[in-house]
């Protein structure tokens, strides 16, 4: 596709459930990046990810959360035992210069 | 540590007026800058950005931003606005070098535009 695709579009799960987020980047861009956007703050960053080089994990909030991208394309974020503190947007960029995003998946954790 | 400070949080404006929205950020080193936008019910989307040369960019429907170095702003203006710019802005800022290209973002400026 044209642009960055992600997901599911809504999650809705339980508390300590775990969730598997899915984003499809542009084609050809190298960069890959996880932010979250919580209601009345802005967007955080999670995690970065270029070519084949170990990724940034500096911004994920603690070992529950974590992220791959299998073949420098497709990423997954995975978070385990879900807490409601963890309810909020999920955004993936890819970039090859500049970020472009994707329309995010909204997790609600009951 | 670096930071970006949108000053406006939330702005009513009436159709036709001018626009200003502050951003202020405080980074070490060269920096890309950026103004995204988010339309209700709509994904971000890039509304412009300096890279380097001239200060003054001008972007998508009509926007444009003045990178001023001495005062670490990149202030978004539009002279004329229309209700479909109702939407919500943040300000993003990354370093210009190195690989991790990672955006500091903005808390963001609700603006709506009545008409």
């Known amino acids: 596709g044209a642009g960055v695709s992600q997901s599911p579009s809504n999650k809705v799960t339980e508390k300590g459930k775990d969730v598997e987020l899915r984003c499809d980047p542009i084609s050809g861009h190298t960069a890959l990046y996880w932010y979250r956007q919580s209601l009345g703050q802005g967007l955080e960053f999670l995690i970065y990810?270029?070519?084949?080089?170990?990724?940034?994990k500096s911004g994920l909030p603690s070992d529950r959360f974590s992220a791959e991208r299998t073949g420098g394309s497709v990423s997954t974020l995975t978070i385990q035992r879900t807490q409601q503190e963890d309810s909020a947007v999920y955004l993936c960029a890819s970039s090859s210069g500049t970020q472009y995003f994707g329309p995010g998946t909204r997790l609600l954790v009951l | 540590a670096q930071s970006v400070s949108q000053h406006n949080h939330h702005v009513i404006l009436s159709e036709a007026a001018s626009l200003e929205l502050g951003c202020n950020y405080s980074y070490g080193g060269t920096v890309n800058l950026f103004w995204y936008v988010q339309y209700p019910g709509q994904h971000l989307q890039l509304l412009l950005k300096?890279?380097?040369?001239d200060p003054l960019v001008k972007g998508i429907k009509g926007f444009e931003a003045e990178f001023i170095k001495s005062k670490f702003s990149f202030n978004l203006r539009k002279p004329s606005v229309q209700w479909s710019d109702t939407a919500e802005y943040f300000c993003a800022v990354n370093l210009a070098a190195g690989n991790n290209r990672k955006l500091i973002w903005g808390l963001g400026t609700s603006l709506a535009v009545n008409p």
């Open positions: 300096y890279f380097s040369g």
């Open positions: 990810f270029q070519g084949n080089s170990a990724p940034d």
